[in-house]
């Protein structure tokens, strides 16, 4: 079972077990209004474009809200089963749901105010920082100084290149992973000048 299908697996239990109304880190939302994007995302065509933003946002979340009206166990058993085949084949699973189902499990497990990193295989970690690599540079864009991104497994990466004053910021390629796609409920260490670090860590860090 790939990493994808196993954190889905994983996502539906803590969901289950914080139950609906409880928070997330996506900021606004619950469990349940998580768990209505996620399937609009994969069963919902018409309506994925708007989860970027842009002009068909707006028909999306109304798409969105409609989902959460529907019994929160019917919304769990369609994260469970999976998109269409003829959506998201088992192929791409693996290419568009790893970041996916990983960063929002953790948005469930890291809603309240008590949490604690999970221990990941080596081999997770591996390849959650392909993921990294790929997005980081975009998401650490708006960064005003340098930041590079230095995993516990010895990996480096130069994320955003400006100017001398550097920002390091250290952590499992999980936490790194969490952190770039703008989460701040991480498990990272950021060296540099204090100012740098509040600005990187504050920094729009959207897709």
């Known amino acids: ?9 994983a996502m539906v239990k803590s969901m289950r077990s914080a139950g609906p109304a409880a928070p997330t880190l ?6 349940k209004d998580l768990a209505a994007h996620i399937v609009i995302r994969e069963r919902r065509p018409d309506a994925a474009p708007g989860i970027m933003g842009g002009p068909l946002a707006a028909y999306t979340e109304r798409i969105r809200k ?10 769990l058993e369609d994260i469970r089963t999976g998109p269409p085949v003829w959506w998201m084949g088992k192929g791409p699973d693996r290419l568009f749901n790893t970041s996916e189902m990983f960063v929002h499990h953790e948005d469930v497990r890291r809603g309240g105010n008590r949490w604690e990193s999970r221990h990941l295989s080596d081999r997770d970690e591996a390849s959650l920082w392909v993921i990294v690599r790929n997005v980081a540079p975009q998401t650490f864009r708006s960064a005003p100084v340098s930041v590079v991104l230095v995993t516990d497994m010895g990996k480096r990466l130069v994320a955003k290149k400006s100017g001398k004053r550097t920002v390091t910021i250290t952590g499992a390629p999980s936490e790194i992973l969490l952190l770039a796609f703008g989460r701040k409920a991480v498990n990272v260490t950021a060296e540099g000048d204090e100012a740098d670090v509040a600005a990187v860590l504050g920094c729009d860090r959207s897709v």
Do not use: I
């Open 66 to 75: 409609g989902y959460t009206e529907k019994p929160f166990d019917e919304l």
């Open 26 to 31: 996506c900021e606004g939302w619950t469990v």
């Open 1 to 9: 079972m790939s990493l994808a299908q196993r954190e889905r697996q």
